[in-house]
């Protein structure tokens, strides 16, 4: 508990830096960069509600800085609001461009946070024709193909991905046997959102067509 308090006091700094000349930007960054292991070390016993509230607290903090700096120039010259702010940046580069890169360790935050405590797992077999229902998605498992090409034998499964009743995706993992080093390789389907990655492995098959897969679904990676 006292790496996350740690870390919290850490990115509160981030939102303390002062004008280009006092400012104790790279000692925050790296700072913050140094606390991330410890956070991720004791992630799994610490609740997620408690990272995602210091998340969002130093987040709302640093995006103040840019509206209250927005503002007063508004107020100041009667400039609109959106010139007020680009003007604003372009005079003090140095100063917001360090409060967007403490925005990025904020995110990236949130992104091991919920890759990490909300990661899922599922794993099923399916034949041709059959469907299963896994953490609010339905697979149909459609077909399945063999190709033979030159330098390799692929097999593919083809899935569609359902959410309710509106269909999302067409997934396709699949193996390749390469004829020159006599090995598998597995292609993993991936389908990425803001929200979520969800990787579909074929994991094996029958001559019978019946293959087994892996469902992963891991949420905020792609604030990573």
């Known amino acids: 508990m006292s790496d996350v308090i740690t870390f919290a006091k850490q990115l509160v700094?981030?939102?303390m830096t002062g004008p280009p000349e006092q400012s104790t930007t790279p000692v925050a960054i790296t700072s913050g960069v140094?606390?991330?292991p410890r956070l991720i070390a004791c992630i799994f016993t610490v609740p997620a509600l408690v990272s995602f509230a210091i998340c969002a607290f130093v987040g709302v903090s640093l995006l103040g800085v840019f509206y209250r700096g927005a503002l007063n120039r508004h107020r100041r010259t009667e400039e609109p609001f959106p010139l007020a702010f680009l003007r604003m940046f372009l005079a003090n580069r140095a100063r917001y461009g360090a409060h967007i890169v403490h925005l990025g360790v904020v995110l990236i935050a949130v992104g091991v946070t919920g890759s990490s405590i909300y990661q899922d797992e599922v794993q099923f077999a399916l034949a041709p024709g059959e469907e299963?229902?896994?953490r609010g998605y339905t697979l149909v498992y459609q077909d399945f193909v063999a190709t033979e090409l030159p330098d390799q034998r692929r097999f593919a499964a083809v899935v569609d991905l359902y959410?309710?009743?509106s269909q999302v995706v067409t997934l396709s993992p699949q193996k390749d046997f390469h004829w020159n080093v006599e090995q598998w390789v597995t292609e993993v389907a991936i389908r990425s959102t803001l929200k979520e990655?969800?990787?579909l492995i074929l994991a094996g098959f029958e001559s019978s067509e019946l293959a087994s897969f892996q469902l992963l679904i891991n949420p905020l990676v792609i604030w990573l």
Do not use: F, K, S
């Open 13 to 15: 700094m981030l939102t």
């Open 34 to 36: 140094l606390a991330m």
């Open 132 to 134: 299963v229902e896994a």
């Open 197 to 199: 990655d969800l990787y």
């Open 163 to 165: 959410r309710g009743n």
